[in-house]
């Protein structure tokens, strides 16, 4: 059984920073990219970031302002999170794939999911 849980999440005022991470316990793998999606109420799930074995990516909403990090041993990936804006407040997911041929800003990329946790961003 794989789990990945999320923290870090909380209500803050725009233009502040925010660190979210995930820890995944129980089996895990050399997982081919790890990474973050959102989703607010009544909207989709929206790619974040994600960061495969040798590259990082990032939507276009959020370049810039976000930054993502991997640690492969322990194994964790964590979302930096400065400049939030009041459009940035969803549900964060941490999500994690061990490699699929779907395109990675899809969902249908993913094999594991987290249950969330909140972010809202005050203006």
């Known amino acids: 059984q794989v789990q990945l849980v999320e923290s870090g999440g909380g209500l803050v005022q725009a233009g502040d920073s925010l660190k979210l991470s995930c820890a995944a316990s129980?089996?895990?793998?050399?997982?081919?990219?790890m990474g973050w999606f959102r989703q607010a109420p009544g909207k989709e799930r929206e790619f974040v970031a994600a960061a495969t074995w040798s590259r990082e990516y990032y939507a276009d909403s959020v370049k810039g302002r976000f930054a993502i990090s991997r640690d492969n041993a322990k194994p964790t990936i964590d979302l930096q999170m400065n400049s939030l804006k009041p459009e940035d407040t969803a549900v964060y997911y941490c999500?994690?794939?061990?490699?699929?041929?779907?395109?990675?800003?899809?969902?249908?990329?993913?094999?594991?999911w987290g249950q969330g946790t909140q972010v809202t961003v005050a203006s």
């Open positions: 999500v994690a794939s061990r490699g699929s041929a779907q395109i990675i800003s899809t969902p249908a990329a993913y094999d594991y």
């Open positions: 129980g089996r895990t793998f050399n997982w081919y990219a």
